[in-house]
């Protein structure tokens, strides 16, 4: 059985930075796609980064572009999301969640707290 845990959030200020991990265990993360997702205080959860498993290619929505970056280590069986230049509205809880013949396998959040 697989699971999968997010980890790595905490308190930056704006500008700074943080690597968020999602760790897979019970299976081999490169075998998924891996999607991060987050969800602000009050507001619909949002689908920001994810990463192919059968090209590598990668995806980011536009309010994340150039400054969040994502990517795999499979000997470590995680996928990580690199934030920069961290802002304010970057603030919210983080998920990943993998994807394989159509099936979500979600983890659990981490939160990330941007104070400006």
């Known amino acids: 059985r697989s699971s999968w845990q997010a980890s790595g959030g905490g308190l930056v200020q704006a500008g700074g930075s943080l690597r968020l991990s999602c760790a897979a265990s019970?299976?081999?993360?490169?075998?998924?796609?891996i999607a991060w997702v987050r969800q602000a205080p009050g507001k619909a959860r949002e689908e920001i980064s994810c990463?192919?498993?059968?090209?590598?290619?990668?995806r980011y929505v536009d309010s994340v572009e150039g400054r969040f970056t994502i990517s795999r280590d499979n000997v470590a069986n995680t996928v990580y999301l690199r934030m920069n230049n961290l802002k304010f509205e970057d603030t919210a809880v983080y998920y990943c969640?993998?994807?394989?013949?159509?099936?979500?396998?979600w983890g659990k959040g981490t939160l990330v707290t941007v104070s400006s």
């Open positions: 969640y993998a994807i394989q013949n159509g099936i979500a396998y």
């Open positions: 019970g299976v081999s993360s490169d075998d998924y796609t």
């Open positions: 990463i192919s498993n059968s090209d590598g290619s990668t």
